[in-house]
């Protein structure tokens, strides 16, 4: 079996480790523009099995070309690539797991062709879209009545530091969106779109996280998958206390926004400066990190009223020198690529995670994401 990762990132690389250990796997060929990234992702790596290609993948042509002939491919790249590569992958006949879960009604129109290529293409599958999808899903199905179904989560530095308490971990362009896009969401059976930064929610954790606070953000493929399952439903961004109120003054200001304004005869966009301003405030002196989840799914069962409440904190992976970002985002995607690869996964068209690890499939996803050092906890309040 040859795999085809597309980046090779601090997620792709991880990403190309775990799925080179796996016996049924033959061959991994790792993909990105920067040869010192592909560099570092062998010498982490450090199997055989395992390949780079230097190539500057920046269409759905130049990703087609790396993928045909491959057995799977995992998409570990920018926003912007995602909807090119569930285009290569359906041109290249090859199946694609996808980590960014954004555009989905415009991946949704390809689910026919997906189908005639006869290939399985599965986006947002990595922690948040990814795992809280699935957890949702499987909550609302264990309910006779679903009334809420609220999704948090939040990679939040273990030491944070005045004045943002945050650190990048991932790409900043993905990290910029949150403040500035509209969310969509689900309430009654219709879709909803919320703006950026709204339903501040304060929350506790076990330490050492301590007291945060959450907005609406995205709901990614779940607001239209369940939106006729659960009468209301949310995907919340979660942050220490203070930094939403930060961000929203700078976002009222128009520090994020994308049109270009005039300076001393330069045209300049106010997003990008503020890009530049933040990014090495954003680097914090410590790389270890913590991800944290909590998926909680009100309804009936039997009469009674029920919460199911999943609940994950998770630090960082010392062992694998990784952070917990890229751990819990990698982990489920090459689980997903496994599993179409073993032929666990027969469906075929675009099938977003919440709709594949449900049912009698969620206690094996959930075991081997605890096998993997991902551990999820579960709890149920009867009222």
């Known amino acids: 079996m040859h795999v085809v990762v597309l980046g090779a990132g601090m997620i792709g690389t991880t990403v190309v480790r775990e799925m080179a250990e796996d016996s049924n796997v033959g061959k991994v060929t790792v993909v990105d523009g920067m040869r010192q990234s592909i560099n570092r992702c062998l010498k982490v790596a450090d ?114 530091a005045p004045p943002l308490s945050y650190q990048v971990v991932f790409r900043l362009e993905s990290l910029m969106g949150l403040y500035t896009r509209p969310a969509v969401a689900a309430e009654n059976g ?13 929350m506790t954790f076990p330490d050492p996280v301590g007291e945060c606070e959450a907005v609406i953000t995205d709901a990614h493929s779940t607001a239209y998958t369940l939106k006729g399952k659960v009468k209301k439903l949310y995907e919340k961004t979660l942050r220490y206390a203070g930094h939403w109120d930060k961000m929203s003054v700078l976002a009222e200001l128009g520090f994020f926004d994308e049109e270009k304004i005039n300076i001393d005869g330069k045209s300049l966009s106010p997003r990008k400066f503020t890009e530049k301003i933040l990014e090495p405030k954003l680097r914090g002196k410590s790389n270890e990190d913590i991800t944290v989840i909590r998926v909680t799914i009100k309804g009936k069962k039997d009469g009674k009223n029920i919460t199911y409440t999943w609940e994950m904190v998770d630090f960082y992976d010392h062992k694998r020198s990784i952070t917990s970002m890229a751990k819990t985002t990698a982990v489920p995607a090459m689980l997903m690529a496994k599993w179409i690869l073993n032929g666990k996964v027969k469906e075929r ?32 309040k009867v009222e």
């Not at 779109?193 to 501040?200: F, K």
């Not at 690890?357 to 096998?371: A, C, H, K, P, Y």
């Open 190 to 202: 219709s879709l909803v779109t919320l703006p950026p930064l709204s339903g501040l929610e304060k």
């Open 349 to 380: 068209g675009v099938v977003p995670i919440e709709k594949l690890i449900v049912g009698d499939r969620f206690d094996l996803f959930i075991n081997e994401l605890s096998q993997k050092g991902i551990k999820i906890n579960h709890y149920e």
């Open 47 to 160: 199997n055989l099995k395992v390949v780079g290609e230097v190539t500057n993948i920046q269409s759905e042509k130049d990703i087609y070309e790396v993928i045909k002939g491959a057995d799977v491919a995992i998409a570990c790249l920018p926003h912007a690539l995602s909807l090119p590569a569930t285009k290569a992958a359906i041109a290249a006949k090859c199946n694609l797991v996808d980590l960014v879960g954004s555009q989905f009604e415009e991946k949704l129109k390809l689910d026919n062709k997906s189908k005639e290529s006869g290939i399985v293409i599965v986006p947002g599958c990595g922690v948040a879209p990814g795992i809280t999808n699935f957890l949702a899903a499987q909550g609302i199905e264990m309910l006779d009545v679903a009334d809420e179904a609220i999704m948090v989560c939040g990679g939040i530095p273990r030491y944070p």
